[in-house]
Protein backbone atom coordinates (compact mmCIF):
# COMPACT_ATOMS: atom_id res chain seq x y z
CA UNK A 1 0.00 0.00 0.00
CA UNK A 2 1.13 3.38 -0.64
CA UNK A 3 2.52 5.16 2.37
CA UNK A 4 0.59 8.12 1.99
CA UNK A 5 -2.29 6.61 1.53
CA UNK A 6 -1.79 4.15 4.87
CA UNK A 7 -1.44 7.31 6.54
CA UNK A 8 -5.01 8.59 5.50
CA UNK A 9 -6.32 4.86 6.03
CA UNK A 10 -5.78 5.63 9.51
CA UNK A 11 -7.16 8.91 9.57
CA UNK A 12 -10.37 7.27 8.83
CA UNK A 13 -10.03 4.71 10.88
CA UNK A 14 -9.78 7.54 13.60
CA UNK A 15 -12.47 9.27 12.55
CA UNK A 16 -14.76 5.63 12.68
CA UNK A 17 -13.53 5.00 16.05
CA UNK A 18 -14.67 8.71 17.94
CA UNK A 19 -18.24 7.68 15.58
CA UNK A 20 -18.18 4.75 17.12
CA UNK A 21 -18.41 6.07 20.45
CA UNK A 22 -20.83 9.06 20.00
CA UNK A 23 -18.25 11.63 20.50
CA UNK A 24 -19.45 14.98 20.37
CA UNK A 25 -19.21 16.08 17.00
CA UNK A 26 -17.15 19.60 18.00
CA UNK A 27 -14.93 17.40 19.54
CA UNK A 28 -14.54 15.00 16.09
CA UNK A 29 -14.04 17.95 14.15
CA UNK A 30 -10.85 19.40 16.98
CA UNK A 31 -9.46 16.21 16.36
CA UNK A 32 -9.50 15.78 12.71
CA UNK A 33 -7.89 19.67 12.88
CA UNK A 34 -5.05 18.63 14.94
CA UNK A 35 -4.50 15.51 12.86
CA UNK A 36 -4.54 17.91 9.50
CA UNK A 37 -1.71 20.09 11.28
CA UNK A 38 0.20 17.19 12.10
CA UNK A 39 0.70 15.94 9.11
CA UNK A 40 1.13 19.58 7.16
CA UNK A 41 4.17 20.17 9.48
CA UNK A 42 1.50 22.85 11.19
CA UNK A 43 2.03 23.78 15.04
CA UNK A 44 -1.07 23.29 17.47
CA UNK A 45 -0.74 27.01 19.06
CA UNK A 46 -2.57 25.64 22.10
CA UNK A 47 -0.05 22.86 22.54
CA UNK A 48 3.22 24.97 21.70
CA UNK A 49 4.61 27.22 24.17
CA UNK A 50 7.31 29.53 23.11
CA UNK A 51 10.42 29.88 25.52
CA UNK A 52 9.88 33.37 26.51
CA UNK A 53 6.34 32.80 26.53
CA UNK A 54 7.00 30.16 29.25
CA UNK A 55 8.32 32.53 31.78
CA UNK A 56 5.40 34.93 31.31
CA UNK A 57 3.27 31.53 32.00
CA UNK A 58 5.29 30.55 35.21
CA UNK A 59 4.94 34.06 36.86
CA UNK A 60 1.05 33.83 36.29
CA UNK A 61 1.15 30.58 38.35
CA UNK A 62 3.24 31.57 41.15
CA UNK A 63 1.05 34.96 41.47
CA UNK A 64 -2.30 31.98 41.69
CA UNK A 65 -0.37 29.72 43.96
CA UNK A 66 0.36 32.69 46.29
CA UNK A 67 -3.08 33.97 46.17
CA UNK A 68 -4.64 30.43 46.86
CA UNK A 69 -1.59 30.32 50.06
CA UNK A 70 -3.14 33.95 51.08
CA UNK A 71 -6.68 32.36 51.66
CA UNK A 72 -8.18 30.63 54.63
CA UNK A 73 -7.35 27.26 54.85
CA UNK A 74 -11.54 26.78 55.10
CA UNK A 75 -11.52 28.23 51.81
CA UNK A 76 -9.01 26.48 49.71
CA UNK A 77 -10.44 24.05 47.13
CA UNK A 78 -7.45 21.09 47.50
CA UNK A 79 -6.36 17.49 46.62
CA UNK A 80 -4.18 16.78 49.60
CA UNK A 81 -4.81 12.96 50.92
CA UNK A 82 -5.73 13.65 54.30
CA UNK A 83 -3.90 11.06 56.27
CA UNK A 84 -0.54 12.56 57.48
CA UNK A 85 1.37 9.59 55.75
CA UNK A 86 0.67 10.40 52.18
CA UNK A 87 0.79 13.94 52.59
CA UNK A 88 4.05 13.71 53.70
CA UNK A 89 5.23 11.52 50.54
CA UNK A 90 2.84 12.55 47.71
CA UNK A 91 1.74 16.27 46.99
CA UNK A 92 -1.72 16.95 46.34
CA UNK A 93 -3.47 15.84 43.08
CA UNK A 94 -2.91 18.42 40.06
CA UNK A 95 -5.05 19.04 36.56
CA UNK A 96 -4.69 16.39 34.53
CA UNK A 97 -2.68 13.65 36.72
CA UNK A 98 -3.98 10.00 37.04
CA UNK A 99 -3.22 7.83 40.37
CA UNK A 100 -3.67 4.54 40.41
CA UNK A 101 -4.14 2.55 43.30
CA UNK A 102 -3.32 -1.28 43.26
CA UNK A 103 -4.50 -4.13 45.35
CA UNK A 104 -5.54 -7.76 45.34
CA UNK A 105 -8.72 -8.60 46.23
CA UNK A 106 -9.76 -7.91 49.62
CA UNK A 107 -7.34 -5.69 50.83
CA UNK A 108 -9.80 -2.62 51.05
CA UNK A 109 -8.90 -0.89 47.71
CA UNK A 110 -12.60 0.65 47.95
CA UNK A 111 -12.42 1.92 51.76
CA UNK A 112 -9.44 3.99 50.90
CA UNK A 113 -11.22 5.14 47.47
CA UNK A 114 -14.70 6.25 49.18
CA UNK A 115 -12.91 7.97 51.75
CA UNK A 116 -10.45 9.98 49.80
CA UNK A 117 -13.55 11.07 47.92
CA UNK A 118 -15.70 11.94 51.21
CA UNK A 119 -12.30 14.15 51.89
CA UNK A 120 -11.71 15.89 49.12
CA UNK A 121 -15.64 16.79 49.60
CA UNK A 122 -15.24 18.17 52.07
CA UNK A 123 -12.13 20.08 50.83
CA UNK A 124 -14.45 22.29 48.90
CA UNK A 125 -14.85 19.58 45.80
CA UNK A 126 -17.14 18.51 43.39
CA UNK A 127 -16.18 14.72 43.13
CA UNK A 128 -17.52 12.00 40.85
CA UNK A 129 -17.45 8.67 41.93
CA UNK A 130 -17.82 6.00 39.60
CA UNK A 131 -18.81 1.87 40.98
CA UNK A 132 -19.61 -0.71 38.80
CA UNK A 133 -20.32 -3.44 41.82
CA UNK A 134 -22.05 -1.76 44.79
CA UNK A 135 -25.43 -1.42 44.98
CA UNK A 136 -26.86 2.33 46.02
CA UNK A 137 -28.35 0.78 49.84
CA UNK A 138 -24.69 -0.76 50.28
CA UNK A 139 -22.95 2.52 49.50
CA UNK A 140 -25.04 4.58 52.09
CA UNK A 141 -24.62 1.82 54.61
CA UNK A 142 -21.02 1.74 54.14
CA UNK A 143 -20.54 5.71 54.36
CA UNK A 144 -23.46 5.44 57.37
CA UNK A 145 -21.31 2.88 59.48
CA UNK A 146 -18.05 4.90 58.44
CA UNK A 147 -19.44 7.74 60.49
CA UNK A 148 -21.42 6.33 63.29
CA UNK A 149 -18.99 3.05 64.18
CA UNK A 150 -22.45 1.43 63.77
CA UNK A 151 -21.89 -2.26 62.02
CA UNK A 152 -23.93 -3.03 58.61
CA UNK A 153 -25.28 -5.60 59.85
CA UNK A 154 -27.32 -3.57 62.75
CA UNK A 155 -28.61 -1.00 60.25
CA UNK A 156 -29.41 -3.38 57.69
CA UNK A 157 -32.03 -4.41 60.88
CA UNK A 158 -33.51 -1.06 60.90
CA UNK A 159 -33.96 -1.36 64.72
CA UNK A 160 -31.66 1.67 66.85
CA UNK A 161 -31.31 2.81 70.15
CA UNK A 162 -31.47 5.61 71.42
CA UNK A 163 -27.83 6.71 71.35
CA UNK A 164 -27.93 4.71 67.73
CA UNK A 165 -30.39 6.75 66.50
CA UNK A 166 -28.87 9.86 67.81
CA UNK A 167 -25.37 9.24 65.68
CA UNK A 168 -27.33 8.10 62.55
CA UNK A 169 -29.26 11.42 62.57
CA UNK A 170 -26.26 13.43 63.54
CA UNK A 171 -24.25 12.52 60.29
CA UNK A 172 -26.77 14.38 57.61
CA UNK A 173 -26.23 17.99 58.59
CA UNK A 174 -22.40 17.18 58.87
CA UNK A 175 -21.87 15.86 55.59
CA UNK A 176 -24.20 18.24 54.14
CA UNK A 177 -22.03 20.96 55.74
CA UNK A 178 -19.20 20.52 53.76
CA UNK A 179 -18.66 22.83 50.77
CA UNK A 180 -18.16 20.12 48.34
CA UNK A 181 -20.30 17.24 47.34
CA UNK A 182 -20.10 13.76 45.88
CA UNK A 183 -22.30 12.67 42.51
CA UNK A 184 -22.14 8.44 43.06
CA UNK A 185 -22.18 7.22 38.85
CA UNK A 186 -23.60 3.88 39.48
CA UNK A 187 -22.00 2.04 36.49
CA UNK A 188 -22.83 -1.63 36.61
CA UNK A 189 -22.16 -2.70 32.66
CA UNK A 190 -20.68 0.19 31.28
CA UNK A 191 -17.67 0.51 29.00
CA UNK A 192 -15.10 3.54 29.85
CA UNK A 193 -16.55 5.07 26.46
CA UNK A 194 -19.91 5.43 28.08
CA UNK A 195 -18.51 6.60 31.20
CA UNK A 196 -16.39 9.14 29.40
CA UNK A 197 -19.66 10.60 28.18
CA UNK A 198 -20.96 11.15 31.51
CA UNK A 199 -18.20 11.91 32.60
CA UNK A 200 -17.73 15.13 30.14
CA UNK A 201 -21.18 16.35 30.56
CA UNK A 202 -21.02 16.57 34.58
CA UNK A 203 -17.68 18.23 33.63
CA UNK A 204 -19.84 20.58 31.72
CA UNK A 205 -22.59 21.42 34.23
CA UNK A 206 -19.72 22.31 36.61
CA UNK A 207 -20.21 18.75 38.70
CA UNK A 208 -16.41 17.81 38.78
CA UNK A 209 -13.56 18.48 39.62
CA UNK A 210 -11.96 15.02 40.70
CA UNK A 211 -12.73 11.34 39.80
CA UNK A 212 -12.60 8.29 41.78
CA UNK A 213 -13.38 5.55 39.31
CA UNK A 214 -14.09 1.82 41.18
CA UNK A 215 -12.92 0.27 39.46
CA UNK A 216 -11.16 -0.18 35.95
CA UNK A 217 -11.10 -4.19 35.51
CA UNK A 218 -14.83 -3.81 35.68
CA UNK A 219 -15.81 -1.72 32.25
CA UNK A 220 -17.83 -4.03 29.87
CA UNK A 221 -15.82 -3.64 26.42
CA UNK A 222 -17.77 -0.99 23.95
CA UNK A 223 -18.59 -1.53 20.17
CA UNK A 224 -15.33 -0.14 19.06
CA UNK A 225 -12.89 -2.04 21.53
CA UNK A 226 -14.86 -4.96 20.31
CA UNK A 227 -13.53 -3.85 16.56
CA UNK A 228 -10.36 -2.94 17.27
CA UNK A 229 -9.41 -5.74 19.70
CA UNK A 230 -12.01 -8.33 19.92
CA UNK A 231 -11.93 -10.19 22.47
CA UNK A 232 -8.04 -9.28 24.18
CA UNK A 233 -9.30 -7.98 27.57
CA UNK A 234 -5.24 -6.70 28.37
CA UNK A 235 -5.42 -4.38 25.10
CA UNK A 236 -8.98 -2.89 25.98
CA UNK A 237 -7.63 -2.17 29.60
CA UNK A 238 -5.25 -0.41 28.26
CA UNK A 239 -7.09 1.02 25.80
CA UNK A 240 -9.58 2.30 28.93
CA UNK A 241 -6.19 3.70 30.42
CA UNK A 242 -5.95 5.60 27.58
CA UNK A 243 -9.06 6.83 27.37
CA UNK A 244 -9.08 7.91 31.16
CA UNK A 245 -5.80 9.62 30.64
CA UNK A 246 -6.86 11.86 28.01
CA UNK A 247 -9.89 12.84 29.48
CA UNK A 248 -7.66 13.96 32.77
CA UNK A 249 -5.26 15.90 30.41
CA UNK A 250 -7.76 17.23 28.27
CA UNK A 251 -10.27 18.78 30.69
CA UNK A 252 -7.57 19.74 33.77
CA UNK A 253 -9.74 17.14 36.10
CA UNK A 254 -7.19 14.61 38.09
CA UNK A 255 -8.28 10.87 38.31
CA UNK A 256 -7.73 8.15 40.95
CA UNK A 257 -7.85 4.77 39.58
CA UNK A 258 -8.53 1.74 41.44
CA UNK A 259 -6.94 -1.09 39.61
CA UNK A 260 -6.53 -5.17 40.47
CA UNK A 261 -2.97 -6.81 41.04
CA UNK A 262 -2.24 -9.73 38.94
CA UNK A 263 -2.94 -13.10 39.82
CA UNK A 264 1.01 -13.34 40.73
CA UNK A 265 1.35 -10.21 42.61
CA UNK A 266 -1.72 -11.36 45.04
CA UNK A 267 0.53 -13.73 45.98
CA UNK A 268 3.98 -11.58 46.26
CA UNK A 269 5.31 -10.45 49.47
CA UNK A 270 4.83 -6.98 50.28
CA UNK A 271 8.54 -6.58 50.35
CA UNK A 272 9.21 -7.87 46.95
CA UNK A 273 5.68 -5.69 45.25
CA UNK A 274 6.04 -3.43 42.81
CA UNK A 275 4.06 -1.60 39.91
CA UNK A 276 5.13 -4.49 37.40
CA UNK A 277 2.74 -6.83 39.73
CA UNK A 278 -0.73 -4.55 38.57
CA UNK A 279 -3.43 -6.73 36.20
CA UNK A 280 -1.82 -5.47 32.99
CA UNK A 281 0.38 -3.83 34.71
CA UNK A 282 2.51 -1.94 31.16
CA UNK A 283 -0.18 1.35 30.09
CA UNK A 284 -1.28 1.32 33.70
CA UNK A 285 2.49 1.91 35.57
CA UNK A 286 3.49 3.88 31.88
CA UNK A 287 0.58 6.34 31.92
CA UNK A 288 -0.12 6.69 35.48
CA UNK A 289 1.63 9.83 37.61
CA UNK A 290 1.26 7.89 40.93
CA UNK A 291 0.84 4.61 41.65
CA UNK A 292 0.54 3.25 45.25
CA UNK A 293 0.05 -0.23 46.48
CA UNK A 294 -1.96 -2.00 49.28
CA UNK A 295 -0.92 -5.44 50.84
CA UNK A 296 -2.56 -6.72 54.00
CA UNK A 297 -1.27 -9.88 55.23
CA UNK A 298 -3.38 -13.31 55.66
CA UNK A 299 -4.25 -14.11 59.53
CA UNK A 300 -6.29 -16.94 60.81
CA UNK A 301 -9.53 -15.43 60.43
CA UNK A 302 -8.72 -13.35 57.05
CA UNK A 303 -6.99 -10.25 56.88
CA UNK A 304 -4.79 -8.57 59.55
CA UNK A 305 -5.99 -5.02 60.50
CA UNK A 306 -2.74 -3.45 59.55
CA UNK A 307 -2.15 -2.03 55.92
CA UNK A 308 1.10 -1.75 53.96
CA UNK A 309 1.29 0.84 51.74
CA UNK A 310 3.47 1.71 48.79
CA UNK A 311 4.01 4.99 46.88
CA UNK A 312 6.33 3.18 44.13
CA UNK A 313 5.80 5.75 41.42
CA UNK A 314 6.04 9.03 41.81
CA UNK A 315 6.23 11.61 39.22
CA UNK A 316 5.92 14.81 41.61
CA UNK A 317 7.37 13.68 44.26
CA UNK A 318 9.24 10.98 46.25
CA UNK A 319 8.35 7.03 46.93
CA UNK A 320 8.06 5.08 49.90
CA UNK A 321 6.54 2.74 52.29
CA UNK A 322 4.61 3.00 55.66
CA UNK A 323 1.73 1.40 57.50
CA UNK A 324 -1.55 2.40 58.17
CA UNK A 325 -4.60 0.85 60.52
CA UNK A 326 -7.96 -0.47 58.92
CA UNK A 327 -11.10 -1.18 60.60
CA UNK A 328 -13.34 -2.85 57.75
CA UNK A 329 -16.47 -3.02 59.64
CA UNK A 330 -16.49 0.32 59.86
CA UNK A 331 -15.11 0.78 56.42
CA UNK A 332 -12.52 3.12 57.31
CA UNK A 333 -8.30 3.53 57.38
CA UNK A 334 -6.10 5.68 59.43
CA UNK A 335 -2.54 6.22 60.35
CA UNK A 336 -1.17 4.23 62.84
CA UNK A 337 -0.97 6.89 65.74
CA UNK A 338 -4.99 7.16 65.12
CA UNK A 339 -6.19 3.86 65.93
CA UNK A 340 -9.30 5.35 68.42
CA UNK A 341 -11.58 4.73 65.13
CA UNK A 342 -14.43 4.45 67.30
CA UNK A 343 -14.32 7.72 67.93
CA UNK A 344 -13.91 8.62 64.10
CA UNK A 345 -13.30 12.14 63.41
CA UNK A 346 -12.43 13.13 59.77
CA UNK A 347 -11.31 16.63 60.98
Known sequence: MNEDVAVYEALAKGVLGRCFVTE???EIHQWIQGELNRLEGKVDEQSAMAWEESFD??????????????????NRKTLNWGWKS????????????????????????????????????????????IHYELNRSIMLDRRMARHTSIARR?????????EQRKRIDDVRPKLLSWDGFITYLHTPGWSMDKV?????????????DVVVLDYL??????NRQIKLFGQNAYMREADNVEVCKNFAESTGTPVLMITQMSKAGKSQK????????????????????????????????????TV????????????????????????????????????????
Open 24 to 26: DPS
Open 57 to 74: IYDEILLKRADLTAKPEK
Open 86 to 129: WDEIIDPLEPGLLAVLSAGDGMGKTIYAEMLAEHWAKQRNRVVF
Open 154 to 162: ILKSGQFND
Open 196 to 208: MSELRKLKGDDKC
Open 217 to 222: EKNAAS
Open 270 to 305: FESMDRTDMRGAGEKSEKANIVALLHREHVNDGYSN
Open 308 to 347: DVRVDKNTVGRTGTFKQYMEPEFFRVADLHRVDLNKYDDE
